[in-house]
């Protein structure tokens, strides 16, 4: 029998393990409540970092869904104490650093074959028409594979009206879009699975990958599910909080996964947070899935999903 392939669906890479070390600090995992057990990661998230541990977990590739974050959250930019108004003008002088970012990740992708890249885009550091051309570039340029957001740390709506025209692009160009999902802190409800729904509904077409089966909020993803076939999902961090207040139970974790359609569900660790290795042995321990589901999970739906 042939080991099943394994594809990590969700990491993040940073240019230093220095910046990586700032990002896993500077992040704060609170939604779940409390659990004292939690096994982070000892990696930074550098590129020797990313490739060892992709080694580690026999895993053939690793999706690198990119946010460029020395340019928004490492920057303080997004301090949560600061009005929009002061964020939008701070940002807008960074469409250049940004882009670079984006142009870094998708470097290191073709010196590396086993790196997938995804790459960020931010309506408050570009405009509209400035994204939809960097995507386009980032393509065919650069090899860029699906576009990757954070609506909770970036604050904006998927279906913002700024945000509409780039999901076009996406489905013309065929690329997979990958979405934190999860509650926030404060009314906006960003990235609550509900809050997909327009965007979901609006492009049929447009695979949406639900990063985290909803976090916090995993609890209204079965229906989100059951409603737009193009919605998909990945359960990095979720799977490690198994058992925390606002968790899922391991059990009901395998049973959402079982009800939403395991064929729709892939393997994320959200690497340097968490080890792949170890997300795989958490997958394995899950109950009601069989082997085979998980097999499929490890890899092949990715290969599926995400066009790899
Ligand atoms: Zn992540």
Redesign the pocket.
């Given at each position: 029998m042939n080991e099943p392939r394994i594809i990590d669906a969700?990491?993040?890479l940073y240019q230093s393990k220095e910046q990586g070390l700032l990002a896993k600090e500077g992040y704060e995992i609170w939604e779940y409540g409390t659990k004292d057990d939690i096994r982070f990661s000892a990696y930074s998230g550098d590129v020797e970092d990313a490739l060892k541990a992709i080694e580690e977990a026999g895993a053939s590739s690793a999706v690198v869904?990119h946010i460029p974050e020395e340019v928004t959250s490492l920057s303080g930019v997004m301090d949560k104490t600061q009005n929009e108004q002061t964020i939008r003008e701070r940002l807008a002088g960074m469409g250049e650093m940004y882009k670079a970012s984006n142009v870094w990740v998708c470097e290191v992708a073709q010196k590396h074959p086993q790196i997938v890249p995804f790459i960020g885009v931010d309506p408050w550091v570009l405009s509209t028409s400035e994204m939809e051309v960097h995507v386009r570039e980032m393509v065919d340029r650069y090899g860029a594979r699906g576009v990757k957001v954070?609506p909770v740390e970036q604050r904006f709506y998927m279906h913002d009206e700024r945000m509409m025209p780039i999901w076009r692009t996406c489905v013309e160009l065929g690329l997979p879009v990958m979405a934190?999902s999860g509650p926030a802190r404060g009314d906006e409800q960003y990235a609550e699975p509900r809050a997909f729904a327009p965007v979901l509904g609006a492009f049929p077409q447009l695979p949406i990958v639900l990063?985290?089966m909803g976090g916090g909020a995993w609890r209204q993803l079965l229906e989100v599910a059951k409603t737009y076939p193009n919605s998909y999902f990945d359960f990095?961090?979720i799977i490690e909080w198994t058992g925390a207040p606002n968790a899922p139970t391991d059990y009901e974790l395998a049973n959402l996964i079982q009800n939403v359609g395991p064929e729709r569900v892939m393997m994320?660790s959200?690497f340097p947070?968490y080890d792949i290795d170890h997300t795989v042995e958490r997958l394995m321990e899950l109950p009601l899935l069989s082997k085979m589901q998980k097999e499929e999970i490890l890899g092949a739906n990715a290969v599926r999903i995400l066009n790899i």
């Open positions: 969700h990491i993040h869904v954070h934190h990063a985290h990095c961090e994320g959200d947070w």
